[in-house]
């Protein structure tokens, strides 16, 4: 039982450059979360879904695109990256309730 | 409304000590308050979690103490050791637009020495 997996790890982008951050969780859950860290933050929300086929915007979704075409993937894009997206991206899982499974993230650098 | 304020930003302590992070909101809709325990280059994780309801929840050497009319609640972690330094944010959930909005703190960076 793997969890939340996120690929890869680490990205430096140039400026102008896309990208997409993929998720993927074994855990048969419905909601799906990508979160952006930044120094001295907390998580904010970029994108959810709570469930295949249906997403929504968070907080902070402004450059980034999301899809959810099975339950499993919530991947992440990033089009026309610019230096304010660099950041540790997070993605999370839940089943119904409160409680959100975190990948171990992902670095990217926009240069 | 939706803010969770954190403190202290950083905090130092000894071996066997007591760490107190504390966390404010304003929303009364939050109903639902967890603790996640995140170390570097990891994602957070759960620590643990309280609902409005009851003032108090102990697990282990966690304690989260919780003050409804005052809109606080609070981290206590009982004889700190080394294996605790790391970032702890304080959070809060309610239920929005057909999932559970969770509003994270700062975080505060906990480093207990030896």
């Known amino acids: 039982n793997a969890g939340v997996t996120q690929t890869p790890k680490f990205r430096i982008l140039k400026i102008g450059q896309s990208m997409t951050l993929q998720c993927t969780q074994d855990?048969?859950?419905?909601?799906m979360y990508w979160y952006r860290q930044d120094p001295g933050m907390g998580l904010k929300l970029i994108y959810y879904?709570?469930?295949?086929?249906?997403?929504d915007k968070g907080e902070v979704p402004n450059g980034y695109n999301v899809s959810r075409s099975t339950t499993e993937d919530f991947p992440l894009r990033l089009e026309l990256a610019a230096p304010s997206q660099t950041s540790v991206y997070f993605c999370?899982?839940?089943?119904?309730?409160?409680?959100?499974?975190f990948g171990a993230g992902t670095r990217l650098s926009v240069l | 409304q939706q803010q969770v304020k954190q403190s202290p930003q950083s905090l130092i302590v000894q071996k066997g000590g007591i760490s107190i992070i504390n966390c404010a909101y304003e929303?009364?809709?939050?109903?639902?308050f967890p603790w996640y325990q995140q170390f570097p280059g990891k994602g957070p994780a759960l620590l643990i979690a309280?609902?409005?309801?009851?003032s108090e929840k102990k697990e282990g050497r966690f304690t989260i103490s919780f003050n409804k009319s005052a809109k606080q609640f609070s981290l206590h972690i009982m004889d700190s050791q080394p294996g605790d330094s790391a970032t702890y944010f304080c959070?809060?959930?309610?239920?929005?637009?057909?999932?559970?909005?969770?509003?994270f703190g700062a975080g505060t960076r906990l480093a207990v020495h030896p």
């Open positions: 879904s709570v469930g295949a086929g249906i997403t």
């Open positions: 929303n009364t809709a939050f109903d639902y």
């Open positions: 959070a809060a959930s309610m239920r929005s637009g057909g999932y559970n909005k969770l509003i």
């Open positions: 309280i609902r409005p309801d009851v």
């Open positions: 855990m048969n859950h419905n909601y």
């Open positions: 999370a899982s839940s089943y119904s309730s409160d409680i959100q499974y």
